[in-house]
């Protein structure tokens, strides 16, 4: 078929599709047309910025301050919450001291939490996408501070475990729902720097989560009080929470076009400046062929592996780290405070890993090339992300390897430990980045979180009775576990880069033509030949 008989309406569609001269792409028919393009199916933001057939300009001075507002309006809200969100699934460990459990019953507690998680992660994600963004996320919020509040009336192991199962329930919508607001309200050239942000207030709950752990139990040894430190610390975390979800309700919009807070004029300006994104702002309706393309994508399946496989080591290490820095000679008590300098490593590893990845364009390596020396072929590489996890490994390294005298140093290299997220927070920004059409991005962030969900059920049961105080074979796991992850990212570098030479070829060859408002239609990245994957 000549290419100029290729142009005009598909049929099934009311818009014209524009030509691809590569036919079997993703999302391609036999002719080399898109086969899922249709403006009845766009989001609002087709409707706004294409239909309504409005101009938008916008200066760079006018989208620094437009970016400005966006981020103090919405960061410090996303920030607080998601450092909550860390606090209350681990504030468990806080209590862990004072609790009374036999043989694997503190492991079984840890690891119930992740089948909450994993058992509502996929609905959850498809409320997300059918749901007004910020109403379901808030509900989850307060729902979860009040469920937390329920862990201080525990009495017995089954009633310890039940309390778990639905903290992980309405937890689960919290980093899908946190991954689909960086999508829609920022450019892939800051997405990496805000989830950075937001992310790194894990480690900020775990500083918080110590100082105030620690005054309870201080406290109340000094002024016994009717109910016990522990009961205490859950009571007071789980009602800021809920405080805080009432906020978020208030507060968080949907999406740019009831964000209370921007002027009409600015509203659409916010929609426009993600333009870029190739994303849009968000589409309700479930496609299948979407769900397809998400479980037959083996860039989707390197991101699962790596989060099953890094959270191993998270599972075992979140929930076991005050006995760990017990097994290091100190007390019970000093274990709460002495754990908060790794929630300062993981907050600074974070942030600069963020910023980093953003100035250069890349949150995996910054590059990565061959050239010959002396006869040698050799690779130049300099890490961004995938730092924080040799620089764990090399922590759990002075673990297990130090004798058992050098108790600082022990107590140092769990503090390194602490870097190890800068990867997994990386693939989630690139979730946000890397995957486009609705449906398939909340299919994703379900697949990563049930693998996230997976490895933090394995990794407390790595850590056995039986080996305690060392737990050596549990830190031999956790140091192959990091190592394993290297080789992922680096398979996940090399695919795009591969995947982004395929589209350039398509968008180079003869004929091709970009759609209008291609951008707001709902298109996936594998069908997208305009979408550039970011590293």
Not at 45 to 67: C, H, N, Q, S, Y
Not at 304 to 310: E, N, Q, R, T
Request: net charge neutral.
């Amino acid at each position: 078929m000549a290419e100029a008989e290729k142009a005009g309406t598909y049929p099934g569609g009311d818009v014209e599709k524009h030509i691809v001269p590569v036919a079997n792409a993703p999302g391609i028919d036999d002719v080399g047309i898109l086969k899922h393009a249709n403006k009845n199916d766009a989001d609002e933001a087709f409707k706004v910025l294409v239909e309504g057939g409005e101009t938008i300009v916008i200066t760079p001075d006018e989208e620094r301050r437009l970016l400005r507002k966006i981020d103090l309006n919405l960061m410090p809200l996303l920030c607080i919450v998601y450092g909550l969100n860390y606090l209350d699934k681990t504030t468990v460990s806080y209590a862990s001291t004072d609790i009374h459990l036999v043989g694997q019953d503190y492991s079984w507690i840890g690891s119930m939490f992740y089948f909450g998680y994993l058992f509502w992660e996929w609905p959850t994600n498809r409320l997300l996408q059918r749901l007004p963004l910020a109403k379901y996320s808030a509900f989850n919020v307060i729902m979860w501070g009040l469920t937390l509040c329920c862990m201080a009336a525990v009495k017995d192991f089954a009633g310890a475990m039940t309390v778990r199962f639905f903290l992980g329930v309405f937890e689960a919508a919290v980093s899908p729902g946190f991954a689909l607001f960086t999508s829609q309200w920022w450019t892939i050239r800051e997405q990496g720097t805000r989830t950075g942000w937001w992310f790194s207030f894990n480690g900020w709950g775990q500083i918080l989560g110590g100082f105030v752990a620690y005054g309870i139990a201080v406290g109340t040894e000094a002024r016994p009080v009717s109910i016990k430190s522990w009961q205490l610390v859950f009571l007071v975390i789980g009602l800021f929470t809920a405080f805080m979800g009432f906020i978020f309700l208030w507060w968080m919009p949907d999406n740019q076009l009831n964000a209370r807070f921007l002027t009409p004029k600015e509203r659409r300006m916010a929609v426009e400046r993600i333009r870029m994104n190739q994303q849009g702002v968000g589409n309700k309706h479930f496609k299948m062929y979407q769900f397809k393309e998400a479980i037959t994508d083996p860039m989707i399946w390197a991101f699962v592996f790596y989060s099953l496989v890094a959270d191993i080591p998270n599972g075992g290490i979140s929930n076991f780290f005050s006995q760990l820095i017990v097994s290091f000679g100190y007390t019970n008590t000093q274990s709460l405070l002495l754990g908060t300098p790794g929630g300062a490593v993981e907050v600074v590893a974070l942030v600069v890993a963020g910023h980093l990845g953003d100035r250069y364009k890349n949150r995996l390596v910054s590059h990565l090339y061959q050239e010959e020396m002396f006869g040698f072929l050799t690779w130049d590489m300099q890490l961004i992300s995938t730092s924080g996890l040799l620089i764990a490994a090399l922590g759990m390294l002075l673990i297990t390897c130090l004798p058992e005298s050098h108790n600082a140093g022990r107590l140092v290299g769990y503090y390194l430990t602490q870097a190890s997220p800068t990867p997994f927070v990386a693939l989630l920004s690139l979730i946000s980045t890397n995957v486009a059409g609705w449906t398939k991005k909340t299919t994703v962030a379900a697949m990563y979180l049930i693998g996230y969900c997976v490895g933090n059920i394995i990794g407390p049961q790595v850590f056995q009775d039986k080996d305690k105080p060392q737990y050596r074979p549990a830190e031999i796991t956790i140091i192959v576990c990091y190592l394993v992850c290297v080789l992922d990212i680096l398979f996940i570098y090399f695919w795009c880069k591969r995947q982004n030479k395929k589209k350039a070829a398509i968008r180079a060859a003869s004929g091709y033509q970009k759609l209008e408002g291609q951008e707001f239609l709902d298109l996936t990245d594998g069908e997208n030949p305009e979408f550039v994957y970011s590293l």
